[in-house]
């Protein structure tokens, strides 16, 4: 990975840390927030899923591993929220190679891996909400005491610019997949498992590799979602919601690439903002829209938002040389 | 420790309970049979059925088993649709495609269902609800009794309808060479939307036996979709024999561990069978196909 | 340099490879041949790790590969490709040799020069940045010996490269064996056609319903009977013999 190959995905969070000081309301803030915590929880899905071809359907069981971790570490045993940061990921990654080795020895993909992921989150739901030391179903409260030790800022602006700073570690990790060895193996394994292992590629290693990066991401969200709401339980922290958002804006946004998840949590969460506006705040209407989002792309855009972009400059460079477009294969 | 007779009770009331997970199931591992498709919209296509029992009984008067005479059609129509103007075109029959795009219509449906209707729970109120049968010492619900036997009457006119008629050859002509299926005359497609549309009306059956005892809201889909993905895995992608067996079986064992582990763990020992299960043989129990 | 002692391999009680042996000396151009089901993809796929074999031993240099996984057999210098091309469809051409220059090659640019120069090398410098699934049938043919060749292996097994090429392009392709061969690079390859096992090859190895039926030199492997039943059926070497194959083909 070189300098240039940063500048792009600077570039983007520079775009984005300008907004919240612009003198937007607290409610553009709010939402730029939830935003951002969705699109990193997106990036990691996007590891796995969409540079490695594994999809997920509980990555709710790394985002609410990161979740429960901080929150109980701060809670029950009043460690420092950074610490908890730390081990709250480390816990998302240590849940991600536990599922990684369990399902990739036993050799699920496709529907059978997207199945048993989503079973693993459900019992870490089930667990969770029955469990003593996660608060039960009564939930898991975070003091709230703003101040740079425990992560909590009295200004929006600043948690804003702290998630963002996380997204573009998010987009540094991504570029740096489409740029190196690792990111090169990952993607083979994705497209043709059998020719990468003659090609001297480690299936089970590359996908480890993958697996535990994107828990890491994933289980990060989730840390800082405690951290700015200040409360979980077990719908929130590892239900279902989670995993069909962090799934979600890749696919929209273009599954495999850099910038898709941001895109896509952007482009989907602008559209609910646009729909509540239109249809009043009518419960799960956001949802319905994203539903019809998500069929719409397959069915019309293959590659997401990003893969239309990058087919419109195409066809305008081949414009700009004076030539027909080509015809498509 | 309970008694021999509470154990007893806990394990055929899980049986009868079971019947109804079969049914639920038995319209997923059919679809998966031929199609080859895991469908994810299942949960949300039930919760569909019982909110369309509830309206039956709550707008019209009618008796949420008499019901399934307007529902069973009702559900047939929106499942042949759904395949053969939605999952069918939008996925190019890719499967990872198939997967988002029918996870697509379930979030569709379930969060209509939610604008429509509000996040309240519903029942319906009949005279039968609580009745009771006495065998020996034992009480068993008597709608689930009912639940249980037209399960095994809906699994034997399935068996028959696949094994008997022209479109249940055509149907498992399709599920096992599609090409050569479509090369002897046969409307692959056609054959692909009745079989989701069948699919449907094992769901309706399944919310009219539901209902009476049962509760419906937009998001009930969601506790059933598991149960039914773990009987379909454990009897065998496509087996509908082995969801009859899956079904009985997973209903046994939550009726148990919710006797042993309480309500709130449940449904752990289910997951963790489903688990258990795809990691160690991903073909299931009880192998066979449609 | 390799050698397969007693290579079996059953699939559910039918014996599809029978107690092969056969080795592979050091910088040879060697084949195996033999009609169509005879065993001989599935001699490659226990050679490169692909599958386990129910009997028997595979050896680089004295070193017993039977347990290893193709990766490592891979890293070992062993490199395959597969009969059925496999190319990484959503990748571009040079990108799929890249794959293989990471194997020696940990940065980037420098997998990418050495992809480029092995492109160069097997004829695809014109096609480096078009999508590997628009190539034709010859360009993936070449895509999966570039592939190979680009993890710099000892040994290349090459699974019927010239099959489904036409007179010419077959015509193209000796020569970028033989200069493969040529920079030292060992070469074991399984090829139906004929003409280009007799021009390419030292050693033949014959096999015919799993069994090996012959080795040597392509003349003397061509004159065996038994090489000459295997290909046209019981009696055909009679048949030679006596003058009346015409009648027949």
């Known amino acids: 990975m070189t300098a240039t190959d940063l500048l792009r995905p600077l570039l983007v969070v520079a775009v984005f840390a300008v907004v919240p000081w612009l003198g937007v309301s607290n409610a553009t803030l709010n939402f730029l927030v939830y935003m951002l915590i969705v699109a990193l929880a997106a990036q990691g899905w996007n590891i796995l899923g969409g540079f490695g071809g594994q999809y997920s359907f509980g990555h709710a069981a790394f985002f609410g591993t990161g979740a429960y971790a901080t929150a109980i570490l701060q809670v029950q045993l009043g460690v420092n929220a950074w610490v908890g940061l730390v081990c709250g990921v480390a816990a998302g990654v240590a849940v991600g190679l536990f599922v990684g080795f369990l399902s990739f020895r036993s050799g699920l993909r496709g529907s059978y891996f997207a199945l048993v992921t989503l079973a693993f989150a459900e019992v870490f739901r089930v667990v969770a909400n029955a469990a003593g030391f996660t608060g039960g179903a009564a939930g898991l409260l975070i003091r709230l005491e703003p101040g740079v030790a425990t992560l909590q800022f009295a200004d929006r602006r600043i948690t804003c610019m702290l998630v963002l700073g996380f997204v573009g570690l998010g987009l540094v990790i991504s570029t740096w997949l489409t740029r190196s060895r690792f990111g090169a193996h990952l993607i083979a394994v994705r497209e043709n498992e059998q020719a990468a292992e003659a090609l001297g590629v480690d299936p089970m290693r590359v996908k480890l590799g993958a697996i535990a990066l994107s828990a890491a991401l994933t289980a990060l969200a989730g840390c800082l979602y405690a951290q700015y709401f200040l409360f979980i339980d077990a719908t929130i922290a590892y239900g279902p919601w989670i995993s069909v958002e962090a799934l979600l804006a890749p696919l929209v946004g273009g599954a495999g690439t850099v910038f898709g998840p941001l895109i896509g949590a952007l482009a989907l969460h602008g559209l609910g903002e646009a729909t509540k506006g239109i249809a009043g705040s009518v419960p799960g209407i956001d949802l319905v829209v994203f539903g019809v989002v998500l069929i719409l792309v397959i069915a019309f855009l293959p590659g997401g938002l990003m893969g239309g972009l990058a087919r419109l400059a195409g066809r305008l460079r081949t414009i700009a040389r004076g030539r027909r477009p080509a015809v498509e294969a | 420790m309970y008694s021999t007779e509470i154990v007893l009770e806990a394990v055929l009331n899980g049986l009868l309970t079971g019947g109804v997970y079969a049914l639920v199931a038995l319209g997923l591992t059919l679809v998966y049979g031929v199609l080859h498709i895991i469908n994810f919209a299942h949960g949300a296509l039930l919760t569909c059925a019982m909110f369309m029992v509830w309206a039956a009984w709550a707008w019209l008067g009618i008796d949420p088993y008499a019901a399934v005479l307007v529902v069973g059609p009702l559900m047939f129509g929106l499942g042949y649709g759904m395949q053969r103007l939605v999952i069918g075109p939008a996925s190019r029959h890719d499967d990872g495609n198939i997967l988002l795009v029918t996870l697509g219509l379930a979030i569709v449906l379930e969060n209509a269902l939610l604008a429509g209707f509000k996040s309240d729970t519903r029942t319906v109120a009949t005279d039968y609800a609580l009745e009771v049968v006495s065998i020996g010492p034992l009480l068993l619900s008597q709608p689930r009794l009912v639940g249980f036997a037209v399960t095994i009457v809906m699994t034997a006119l399935l068996w028959l309808v696949l094994n008997r008629t022209d479109i249940g050859k055509a149907i498992r002509a399709v599920a096992r060479e599609k090409t050569g299926a479509r090369l002897v005359g046969i409307d692959v497609d056609h054959v692909y939307a009745v079989t989701f549309g069948i699919g449907c009306v094992c769901l309706a059956v399944a919310a009219s036996l539901l209902m009476p005892t049962f509760y419906v809201n937009p998001r009930i889909g969601g506790a059933f979709v598991l149960v039914a993905f773990t009987i379909v895995v454990l009897g065998g992608m496509g087996s509908v024999v082995g969801a009859l067996l899956g079904g009985l079986l997973i209903g046994a064992v939550e009726s148990l561990s919710s006797l042993y582990l309480g309500d709130s763990l449940g449904q752990l020992g289910i997951f963790l069978i489903f688990i258990v299960v795809l990691l160690v043989r991903p073909t299931g129990l009880f192998g066979a196909r449609v | ?249």
């Open chain 3, 1 to 249: 340099m390799l050698v397969a002692e007693g290579l079996t391999k059953k699939f559910s009680g039918l014996v599809a490879v029978d107690e092969v042996s056969l080795a592979v000396a050091e910088g040879s151009l060697t084949g195996l041949i033999g009609p169509n089901g005879a065993g001989k993809t599935t001699v490659f796929a226990m050679l490169a790790g692909f599958l386990h074999p129910t009997g028997g031993r595979v050896l680089l240099d004295g070193a017993d590969l039977t347990d290893e996984p193709p990766y490592r057999r891979a890293r070992r210098g062993i490199a395959r490709t597969f009969q059925i091309t496999q190319p990484f469809a959503g990748l571009s051409v040079h990108e799929n040799i890249a794959v293989g220059a990471y194997l020696r090659h940990a940065r980037r640019a420098d997998a990418m020069d050495r992809a480029a120069a092995v492109a160069e090398r097997v004829g695809l410098s014109h096609e480096l940045d078009k999508p590997a699934a628009a190539l034709t049938v010859a360009g993936r043919k070449r895509l999966e010996v570039a592939r190979a060749l680009a993890t710099e292996p000892r040994l290349l097994l090459l699974d019927e490269v010239l099959a489904g090429l036409n007179p010419s392009e077959v015509r193209d392709m000796i020569p970028v064996l033989r200069a493969i061969r040529d920079d030292g690079v060992t070469i074991f390859m399984i090829e139906h056609i004929m003409q280009a096992v007799m021009n390419l090859c030292e050693t033949v190895y014959v096999i015919a319903q799993g069994r090996l039926v012959a080795a040597g030199t392509p003349q003397h492997v061509c004159a065996e009977p038994q090489v000459i039943e295997a290909y046209l059926g019981h009696g055909a070497a009679a048949r030679i013999a006596a003058g009346g194959v015409h009648a027949r083909g």
